[in-house]
């Protein structure tokens, strides 16, 4: 989401602070226009009604109505952490590193994952 995509008519998913409860999303709406990656935003329901501050753009997640649609996501990625933790194998991940080390190219797999440009993986491909 761009900052300069917000819209004052709309309502927007605050992530809510890390070591809150509950965890999920605030519903807010936007008040100002976005300055050096904050934007003042008001609260629109709960505790905090009514209440102006000014948070990063980063921290609006989404557009109120598409909030299930991260959650859902969101729960999907744990478990798909869960999954991959279960089936994790040190003698395969240390194969696959070497494989990319032969390459020549700076690429490290941890735990199923790889984090790779676009360029690097089709000059593998």
């Not at 927007?12 to 519903?27: E, N, Q, S, T």
């Not at 329901?45 to 649609?69: H, K, N, P």
């Amino acid at each position: 989401m761009y900052a300069g995509d917000l819209d004052p008519t709309k309502f927007y998913a605050l992530r809510h602070p890390a070591g809150l409860d509950p965890p999920g999303m605030i519903k807010v709406r936007v008040t100002s226009a976005p300055r050096k990656q904050k934007i003042k935003i008001c609260y629109v329901e709960g505790d905090l009604e009514g209440l102006e501050e000014w948070v990063t753009t980063r921290s609006l997640i989404c557009e109120w109505g598409g909030r299930t649609r991260i959650h859902r996501d969101e729960q999907r990625e744990r478990e798909l952490a869960a999954a991959s933790a279960l089936v994790w194998d040190r003698a395969l991940e240390e194969a696959i590193n070497t494989v990319f080390d032969a390459t020549g190219e700076d690429i490290c797999w941890y735990k199923g994952s790889c984090r790779v440009s676009i360029a690097v993986a089709e000059r593998l491909w």
